[in-house]
C-alpha cells in the first residue's frame, strides 16, 4: 500500500515540471490554446504568448471577437486539467486603439513588457532547476558506479575467502569419507552375517511351523476324538458327532438333545458305519414265550392291560426323547414275536376273501399315542396316520398252526410316534395261544444340517415354500407347520412320476398342471370291501345312510383349521379316488348311461356329479372297469373305478362323503381307496 503512494507521488511530480529543452522549442508565436505538450501552461502558470493567431484570426477557443479582446484569457486543457493563457497581443493592441487613447497604449505596453519580463525570470528558473536536475542524476549515477566497484570488491574477496575454506574442508570430508567407507563395509559383512542367519532363522522357523502344525492337529485330533466321550463334550447326536469327528467308530458317546446344559447329557449308542444313527436303548428285556391273556376267548388285548404289565421304558428322559425327535428325520424298531397258535399279522385264508386279513391284525401304540398298524388289511382302530405303519417279514404265523415267528419292523418319518410303548393281540384268549417278543432299541437317523422341512425342528410353510428355500428338493415327505402343530405331508416337487399331482392332465383349461411344489394331504382311513346296504338300489351317502354296515366320514391328517389354512393359501386342488367294486355301477354302464354314476361331496358341501359342469368328475373310459357290473378285474373278485377331481374352487376339496347308487341287491360290494 505505502508502495503505491510513492508511485502515484513520483508520477505527479514528474508531469508537474515540463522538460526544459521542449520549453525552448515551443513556438511563441503560436497562440497559447494552439500549443501541443509543454507549450501548453499547467494551471496557475503564467505563460508569455505571441500576440498573433496562426491565421491572423483571433484563437479558436475564444466564442467571438469581443470575447478575444480580453487581456488573459484563460483556456482550459478539459484532458489534463491544465490552464492555458493566451494573450494576443497584437490583436489586444488593435481592438483597443479602436476605442482608446494612447496614454492607455502606453500603460498597456508597460504591462507587456513586465509580463516578459516574467517570462524570461520563469525561463531562467527553468534552466536553473534544469540544470540542478541533471547535476543530482549525475551525482546519482557516480554514487552507483561507486557501490556497484564496492559490490564487486566484496564479491571476490567473498569468492576467494570461499575457496580458502573449501580447501580446508575437503581433508575433513575426505576423512569422513574414509571413515564412512569403513562403516560401510563392517555394514556390509553384518548384513551378509544377517542375512545367513535369516536363512538359518527361516529353516528353523519352517522346521517349527511343521512341528506346531503337527502339534496343533494332533491337539485337534485329540479334542475332536473326545467328542461325545464325556457329558462335558456332548453334542446333540451321534450325527452332530460324526459331522464334527469324520473319524469316530461305532461305540458309545454321550449326547446332549435339548442342548444347554450337558449335565443331563446320557449315553446312547453310536452307529456310525450307517451315517451317525442314535441308538437309545430299551429297558425292557425279552418276554419268553407264554400264555399271557386275561382269559375269556379271543379279543384285543393291550400287553400293558396284561397284569403286572406296564408300557415300556426305554433309556433317555421324555424332555430329552422330545428333543430327539424334532431334530430326527427318520426312525426305526424291530419286534419279534414268537408264538404258537397265535395270529400274529396276517391270516391267510383261501376260502374267505373279505377276511384274508384277520380283523384283530397286531398294532403298536407310539409315543404319542397314535397307532401304528400294518401295511395290509383291516386294522381293530380304522383311523390311522399313513405314516405309522409295519411291515411284517418273515411271518410264519399265518396257518395259525404250531411254532412260528414273525417279525415286525416299524420305520417312519413320524418320529414323534418313536419308539412305541405297546401293542395289542387279538388271537390269544385260548390257553394253549402262546407267544413272547424281544423288543429291540429304537433307532434315530438326525441331519446336522437339515434344509427346511426335513425335520421336527424346523418345519417349513407349504412345499412352495420349501421349493423357494430349496429349489433342488426332492419329492418327499416333509413337515409343514399350517396351525399349532407341524404335520408330515408329501410334496411333489418334480411333477414327476406315477402318483405326480401335476403329471396328472387337467380337463379344465387353463389348470396349472406343471406347477411345482404340490402339497398332498394323506387320508386316515380307506374304505374296506364290504356290503354296506341291503335292500334294493338306490343313491346313499356313504357316511350317514348306510343300513347293513355303518359308514363314517372320510378324513384327513390336517383338522378343520390347517385345512382351510392350506385352501386360503393354495389356487388349485386336485384329488383321485379309487371306488373298488363287485357287482356295482359306479359311474357308467355298459349302454353309456349314467343313471346309477356315485356323487361326491366335499367338506364345503359342494356337490360333484355327472353334468355337473365345473364339478363333474373326470373318468377316463378305460379306468371305468365298474360298468361290466361283474367282479373280473386284475385283482380277483374286484373291478375299479378311478375318479379324478380337478378344480381351482380349493372348497371343493377334498372329499368327504360319497353317494354310489347300485349298492342295494345282494353281493353288491364296494370299497374306496382315498387319495
Same mark, same amino acid.
Given at each position: 500500500?505505502?508502495?503505491?503512494?510513492?508511485?502515484?507521488?513520483?508520477? *505527479?511530480?514528474?508531469?508537474?515540471?515540463? #522538460?526544459?529543452? &521542449?520549453?525552448? &522549442?515551443?513556438?511563441?508565436?503560436?497562440?497559447?490554446?494552439?500549443?501541443?505538450?509543454?507549450?501548453?501552461?499547467?494551471?496557475?502558470?503564467?505563460?508569455?504568448?505571441?500576440?498573433?493567431?496562426?491565421?491572423?484570426?483571433?484563437?479558436?477557443?475564444?466564442?467571438?471577437?469581443?470575447?478575444?479582446?480580453?487581456?488573459?484569457?484563460?483556456?482550459?486543457?478539459?484532458?489534463?486539467?491544465?490552464?492555458?493563457?493566451?494573450?494576443?497581443?497584437?490583436? @489586444?493592441?488593435?481592438?483597443?486603439?479602436?476605442?482608446?487613447?494612447?496614454?492607455?497604449?502606453?500603460?498597456?505596453?508597460?504591462?507587456?513588457?513586465?509580463?516578459?519580463?516574467?517570462? &524570461?525570470?520563469?525561463?531562467?528558473? !527553468?534552466?536553473?532547476?534544469?540544470?540542478?536536475?541533471?547535476?543530482?542524476?549525475?551525482?546519482?549515477?557516480?554514487?552507483?558506479?561507486?557501490?556497484?566497484?564496492?559490490?564487486?570488491?566484496?564479491?571476490?574477496?567473498?569468492?576467494?575467502?570461499?575457496?580458502?575454506?573449501?580447501?580446508?574442508?575437503?581433508?575433513?570430508?575426505?576423512?569422513?569419507?574414509?571413515?564412512?567407507?569403513?562403516?560401510?563395509? #563392517?555394514?556390509?559383512?553384518?548384513?551378509?552375517?544377517?542375512?545367513?542367519?535369516?536363512?538359518?532363522?527361516?529353516?528353523?522357523?519352517?522346521?517349527?511351523?511343521?512341528?506346531?502344525?503337527?502339534?496343533?492337529?494332533?491337539?485337534?485330533?485329540?479334542?475332536?476324538?473326545?467328542?461325545?466321550? /464325556?457329558?462335558?463334550?456332548?453334542?446333540?447326536?451321534?450325527?452332530?458327532?460324526?459331522?464334527?469327528?469324520?473319524?469316530?467308530?461305532? =461305540?458309545?458317546?454321550?449326547?446332549?438333545?435339548?442342548?444347554?446344559?450337558?449335565?443331563?447329557? @446320557?449315553?446312547?449308542?453310536?452307529?456310525?458305519?450307517?451315517?451317525?444313527?442314535?441308538? !437309545?436303548?430299551?429297558?425292557?428285556?425279552?418276554?419268553?414265550?407264554?400264555?399271557?391273556?386275561?382269559?375269556?376267548?379271543?379279543?384285543?388285548?393291550?400287553?400293558?392291560?396284561?397284569?403286572?404289565?406296564?408300557?415300556?421304558?426305554?433309556? *433317555?428322559?421324555?424332555?430329552?426323547?422330545?428333543?430327539?425327535?424334532?431334530?430326527?428325520?427318520?426312525?426305526?424298531?424291530?419286534?419279534?414275536?414268537?408264538?404258537?397258535?397265535?395270529?400274529?399279522?396276517?391270516?391267510?385264508?383261501?376260502?374267505?376273501?373279505?377276511?384274508?386279513?384277520?380283523?384283530?391284525?397286531?398294532?403298536?401304540?407310539?409315543?404319542?399315542?397314535?397307532?401304528?398298524?400294518?401295511?395290509?388289511?383291516?386294522?381293530?382302530?380304522?383311523?390311522?396316520?399313513?405314516?405309522?405303519?409295519?411291515?411284517?417279514?418273515?411271518?410264519?404265523?399265518?396257518?395259525?398252526?404250531?411254532?412260528?415267528?414273525?417279525?415286525?419292523?416299524?420305520?417312519?418319518?413320524?418320529?414323534?410316534?418313536?419308539?412305541?410303548?405297546?401293542?395289542?393281540? @387279538?388271537?390269544?384268549?385260548?390257553?394253549?395261544?402262546?407267544?413272547?417278543?424281544?423288543?429291540?432299541?429304537?433307532?434315530?437317523? /438326525?441331519?446336522?444340517?437339515?434344509?427346511?422341512?426335513?425335520?421336527?425342528?424346523?418345519?417349513?410353510?407349504?412345499?412352495?415354500?420349501?421349493?423357494?428355500?430349496?429349489?433342488?428338493?426332492?419329492?418327499?415327505?416333509?413337515?409343514?407347520?399350517?396351525?399349532? /402343530?407341524?404335520?408330515?405331508?408329501?410334496?411333489?416337487?418334480?411333477?414327476?412320476?406315477?402318483?405326480?399331482?401335476?403329471?396328472?392332465?387337467?380337463?379344465?383349461?387353463?389348470?396349472?398342471?406343471?406347477?411345482?411344489?404340490? /402339497?398332498?394331504?394323506?387320508?386316515?382311513?380307506?374304505?374296506?370291501?364290504?356290503?354296506?346296504?341291503?335292500?334294493?338300489?338306490?343313491?346313499?351317502?356313504?357316511?350317514?345312510?348306510?343300513?347293513?354296515?355303518?359308514?363314517?366320514?372320510?378324513?384327513?391328517?390336517?383338522?378343520?383349521?390347517?385345512?382351510?389354512?392350506?385352501?386360503?393359501?393354495?389356487?388349485?386342488?386336485?384329488?383321485?379316488?379309487?371306488?373298488?367294486?363287485? =357287482? !356295482?355301477?359306479?359311474?357308467?354302464?355298459?349302454?353309456?348311461?349314467? =343313471?346309477?354314476?356315485?356323487?361326491?361331496?366335499?367338506?364345503?358341501?359342494?356337490?360333484?356329479?355327472?353334468?355337473?359342469?365345473?364339478?363333474?368328475?373326470?373318468?377316463?373310459?378305460?379306468?371305468?372297469?365298474?360298468?361290466?357290473?361283474?367282479?373280473?378285474?386284475? !385283482?380277483?373278485?374286484?373291478?375299479?373305478?378311478?375318479?379324478? @377331481?380337478?378344480?381351482?374352487?380349493?372348497?371343493?376339496?377334498?372329499?368327504?362323503?360319497?353317494?354310489?347308487?347300485? *349298492?342295494?341287491?345282494?353281493?353288491?360290494?364296494?370299497?374306496?381307496?382315498?387319495?
Amino acid at each position: 500500500m505505502v508502495f503505491h503512494l510513492n508511485c502515484v507521488a513520483l508520477l *505527479i511530480v514528474f508531469a508537474t515540471f515540463p #522538460d526544459i529543452e &521542449a520549453l525552448q &522549442a515551443c513556438d511563441l508565436d503560436v497562440p497559447c490554446n494552439l500549443g501541443s505538450g509543454p507549450c501548453r501552461a499547467p494551471v496557475g502558470e503564467l505563460m508569455s504568448c505571441t500576440s498573433r493567431g496562426v491565421d491572423g484570426r483571433c484563437p479558436a477557443d475564444f466564442q467571438d471577437e469581443s470575447t478575444c479582446s480580453s487581456s488573459l484569457q484563460p483556456s482550459f486543457n478539459t484532458k489534463d486539467g491544465s490552464v492555458i493563457i493566451e494573450t494576443n497581443k497584437d490583436l @489586444f493592441i488593435k481592438n483597443s486603439l479602436g476605442g482608446a487613447t494612447s496614454g492607455v497604449f502606453t500603460e498597456l505596453q508597460g504591462l507587456q513588457d513586465k509580463l516578459d519580463l516574467v517570462d &524570461a525570470s520563469i525561463k531562467q528558473s !527553468v534552466k536553473n532547476l534544469t540544470s540542478d536536475i541533471q547535476a543530482s542524476e549525475e551525482s546519482i549515477i557516480e554514487m552507483i558506479h561507486s557501490t556497484k566497484m564496492e559490490l564487486n570488491t566484496s564479491m571476490h574477496d567473498l569468492r576467494i575467502g570461499l575457496e580458502k575454506a573449501d580447501s580446508e574442508q575437503q581433508e575433513d570430508i575426505r576423512k569422513v569419507n574414509s571413515s564412512l567407507e569403513a562403516a560401510l563395509r #563392517d555394514i556390509s559383512q553384518n548384513v551378509m552375517d544377517l542375512d545367513k542367519l535369516k536363512e538359518n532363522s527361516e529353516l528353523t522357523f519352517k522346521n517349527n511351523s511343521i512341528i506346531m502344525d503337527n502339534i496343533a492337529k494332533e491337539v485337534n485330533a485329540l479334542k475332536t476324538s473326545s467328542i461325545g466321550t /464325556t457329558k462335558a463334550t456332548a453334542l446333540a447326536s451321534c450325527g452332530h458327532i460324526l459331522h464334527r469327528n469324520k473319524e469316530a467308530k461305532d =461305540g458309545d458317546y454321550y449326547i446332549d438333545p435339548n442342548g444347554g446344559s450337558t449335565n443331563d447329557a @446320557f449315553k446312547v449308542t453310536c452307529d456310525m458305519t450307517n451315517g451317525g444313527v442314535t441308538i !437309545v436303548a430299551t429297558l425292557e428285556k425279552a418276554v419268553p414265550k407264554g400264555a399271557y391273556r386275561n382269559g375269556g376267548g379271543d379279543k384285543a388285548t393291550w400287553w400293558s392291560s396284561i397284569k403286572d404289565k406296564d408300557e415300556f421304558k426305554y433309556a *433317555i428322559t421324555a424332555n430329552q426323547l422330545t428333543a430327539l425327535q424334532a431334530i430326527s428325520s427318520h426312525a426305526s424298531q424291530v419286534v419279534d414275536f414268537v408264538a404258537a397258535g397265535v395270529i400274529i399279522y396276517r391270516y391267510r385264508s383261501t376260502n374267505s376273501v373279505d377276511r384274508q386279513y384277520t380283523s384283530g391284525q397286531l398294532t403298536f401304540k407310539g409315543w404319542n399315542n397314535e397307532f401304528v398298524r400294518g401295511s395290509h388289511g383291516n386294522s381293530a382302530f380304522t383311523i390311522h396316520n399313513p405314516h405309522l405303519k409295519y411291515s411284517a417279514g418273515p411271518d410264519t404265523c399265518q396257518s395259525n398252526s404250531g411254532n412260528c415267528q414273525t417279525s415286525v419292523t416299524i420305520a417312519t418319518r413320524e418320529t414323534r410316534a418313536m419308539p412305541v410303548k405297546d401293542f395289542v393281540l @387279538f388271537d390269544i384268549g385260548d390257553s394253549s395261544e402262546t407267544y413272547g417278543f424281544t423288543l429291540s432299541n429304537v433307532r434315530f437317523t /438326525t441331519l446336522p444340517r437339515p434344509f427346511i422341512g426335513q425335520t421336527l425342528a424346523k418345519p417349513a410353510k407349504s412345499c412352495r415354500h420349501i421349493l423357494a428355500v430349496n429349489p433342488a428338493a426332492p419329492d418327499g415327505w416333509y413337515y409343514i407347520q399350517l396351525a399349532k /402343530t407341524p404335520k408330515l405331508l408329501r410334496c411333489d416337487m418334480t411333477c414327476s412320476g406315477a402318483n405326480s399331482a401335476c403329471s396328472e392332465h387337467s380337463h379344465y383349461p387353463g389348470s396349472p398342471d406343471n406347477a411345482r411344489g404340490w /402339497t398332498c394331504v394323506p387320508s386316515q382311513r380307506n374304505v374296506p370291501m364290504a356290503q354296506y346296504h341291503r335292500g334294493g338300489d338306490g343313491r346313499r351317502w356313504f357316511g350317514t345312510q348306510m343300513g347293513s354296515i355303518r359308514g363314517y366320514l372320510l378324513s384327513y391328517v390336517l383338522d378343520n383349521t390347517e385345512m382351510n389354512a392350506l385352501k386360503a393359501s393354495s389356487t388349485q386342488a386336485k384329488q383321485i379316488l379309487k371306488m373298488s367294486c363287485r =357287482g !356295482v355301477i359306479t359311474w357308467m354302464d355298459n349302454g353309456g348311461n349314467y =343313471g346309477s354314476s356315485t356323487q361326491f361331496r366335499s367338506a364345503s358341501g359342494l356337490i360333484w356329479r355327472y353334468g355337473g359342469g365345473l364339478l363333474t368328475p373326470l373318468v377316463y373310459f378305460h379306468e371305468d372297469e365298474c360298468r361290466k357290473n361283474t367282479g373280473s378285474g386284475a !385283482v380277483p373278485y374286484r373291478d375299479h373305478t378311478i375318479f379324478r @377331481f380337478d378344480t381351482g374352487d380349493t372348497r371343493a376339496l377334498p372329499i368327504v362323503d360319497f353317494a354310489p347308487s347300485d *349298492i342295494g341287491d345282494s353281493g353288491e360290494v364296494f370299497g374306496m381307496d382315498v387319495g
